[in-house]
């Protein structure tokens, strides 16, 4: 159980942990989708920027003469770039070579085509406008290489991804650091009740009135550590009562039944009854001293034979069908008391003896570091109109007993770390689940 309880808490970590971690990441991937997008914006915002102050330097520096555009000075740094002047032909009159990837889209500039808009070609950046307003005198058309604003935006893509990898990672670290801090404390509470609820019931954390969730978890403890307490102290109570108002009437029964057995000239018949009588003191003798021992949790350290079990429970007079014994794994020992083993399984066999055709099957099995004894017989089944037969009271109608086999059973197998199962309705099928014994024990 204590395993289980701190499975438990590590799944907690886990899903916190996970939670973190999807939701910074999706924070984060809007983040950096949104600086991406303001990014290449203002890339594409300053790219038209520059081309539109190019279109002014170059209007300025251009001269019309006699209604045909003309350059004073071929050598101005001006067109010494990608800058084009056209005249109303839409042939190309001042500027260099163009390249022959921007030779359709310049041409198509040049006669006016796209107005004054922007045109992306490959790796450039075009704009075209007419090169006096209001006058057909001709045409310029610059051209910007993308490249170096288009490298500082791949830079700022790859930066975003990293930063937000790092981010992410970060976030999720110190979260899985901070879970673990906070849950620690409540595994170690519980795995601590958990092993004072067996083994020290009188204890308590005792952390006072609750101030936050790890007191107040605490308090709740305590809480259920108490009801434990009381209800382990008056179970253990009620047997020794039980079983110290029985033991006398019972040792009185079987001294008369002894006595009987005794007497001179007694005839055959009469002597068996006796002798059954006292045979039956003495197993009730024993079945009392096993759930006594059993309330009290003595007996932890008891080895039993599986095999030598099985073949003892079988054996038992008074059993209606015959009970066969499947071949039992050679040293199987389940770490439980002999007496514990053999007192759960005996109520499931006298029930599947009970409900029976022709005999009853019992084998034994390791899971793991778990033993199960399967008692199966050939009757009609369990119906689906009972519920839990282990539970007690709950029987077949047509059944004649209280309903309180099964749940001794149970309640037995519970005892020493084991339990007790329905595990097929139909064929009926028990199981009684025990430990087996470490083999470094």
């Not at 030598?308 to 040293?331: K, M, S």
Request: net charge negative; proline share 5%; aromatic share 2%.
């Amino acid at each position: 159980m204590t395993d289980g309880s701190l499975r438990s808490s590590a799944s907690i970590r886990r899903r916190l942990i996970g939670t973190t971690a999807a939701l910074s990441s999706i924070g984060m991937i809007v983040l950096v989708v949104a600086v991406l997008w303001v990014a290449w914006r203002t890339t594409d915002h300053e790219m038209d920027q520059v081309l539109a102050a190019r279109v002014v330097a170059v209007q300025d520096s251009a001269e019309v003469i006699h209604g045909k555009p003309s350059v004073p000075d071929a050598d101005d740094p001006t067109f010494d770039t990608s800058n084009w002047i056209a005249d109303t032909t839409g042939r190309i009159v001042a500027g260099p070579s163009v390249p022959a990837e921007l030779r359709p889209e310049v041409a198509a500039l040049a006669r006016g085509g796209g107005g004054s808009g922007v045109v992306e070609v490959g790796s450039w950046r075009l704009q075209g406008a007419a090169l006096r307003p209001h006058q057909h005198v001709g045409r310029v058309i610059v051209a910007i290489d993308t490249g170096p604003y288009r490298s500082g935006l791949s830079r700022l893509i790859a930066g975003s991804i990293v930063t937000g990898v790092v981010v992410v990672a970060g976030v999720t670290l110190l979260a899985g650091l901070i879970v673990r801090r906070a849950l620690q404390p409540v595994a170690t509470m519980t795995a601590t009740a958990l092993a004072w609820s067996h083994e020290r019931p009188d204890r308590r954390f005792g952390l006072g009135a609750p101030r936050d969730e790890i007191t107040g978890l605490a308090a709740v403890l305590d809480g259920l550590l108490d009801r434990v307490d009381r209800a382990i102290r008056a179970e253990q109570r009620l047997t020794a009562e039980v079983a110290h108002e029985l033991r006398t009437p019972l040792t009185v029964m079987r001294g008369e039944a002894e006595l009987g057995a005794a007497t001179p000239r007694l005839r055959k018949t009469e002597r068996e009854r006796f002798e059954r009588i006292v045979a039956a003191a003495d197993d009730m003798g024993s079945a009392m001293t096993t759930l006594l021992d059993a309330a009290r949790g003595s007996g932890s350290t008891a080895t039993a034979d599986v095999g030598a079990v099985l073949t003892a429970v079988a054996a038992r007079d008074g059993i209606p069908l015959p009970v066969e014994v499947d071949p039992v794994p050679e040293g199987l020992m389940a770490a439980v008391p002999a007496d514990v083993l053999g007192r759960a399984l005996a109520p499931i066999v006298d029930n599947a003896a009970r409900y029976g055709r022709t005999a009853v099957h019992l084998s034994a099995a390791r899971h793991g570091e778990r033993i199960t004894v399967s008692v199966t017989d050939d009757g009609d089944g369990v119906p689906d109109e009972v519920g839990d037969v282990f539970e007690p009271g709950v029987r077949d109608a047509a059944s004649e007993g209280a309903g309180l086999g099964l749940a001794l059973a149970r309640r037995l197998a519970r005892s020493v770390g084991g339990d007790a199962v329905l595990v097929s309705r139909r064929p009926a099928v028990f199981g009684v689940d025990v430990p087996v014994v470490s083999e470094l024990g």
